[in-house]
């Protein structure tokens, strides 16, 4: 059986803007819609799922990004991180 989420569903899940939804369908990096019929449609929620579970993946397994670049940051000033 499959669960079908409709668009604020998926806006909530992925933290993503309707626009930004959209943009990565059409450059196929983001799970394509089912029609519903009509002008309704849903994502299935386990590609929902895997696609943000390969977006986690990718995250972590990458050594820069927003936690790298503040740590070069703190370092090279030799200031203290005293917020996280």
Known sequence: MHTILRLPDVKRSTGLALITIY????Q?????PVSL??????WLE???QEWLQR???ASR???SGVGAALGAY?????R???HL
Do not use: H, M, N, Y
Request: positive net charge; proline residues 3%; glycine residues 12%.
């Open 80 to 82: 203290k991180c005293t």
């Open 23 to 26: 943009l990565r369908i059409t």
């Open 28 to 32: 196929d990096t983001f799970p394509k």
């Open 74 to 78: 703190f370092i090279s000033s030799g």
């Open 55 to 57: 977006r986690i993946e």
């Open 37 to 42: 019929g009509g002008r309704a449609v849903g």
């Open 46 to 48: 386990a590609e929902i």
């Open 61 to 63: 397994s990458q050594s």
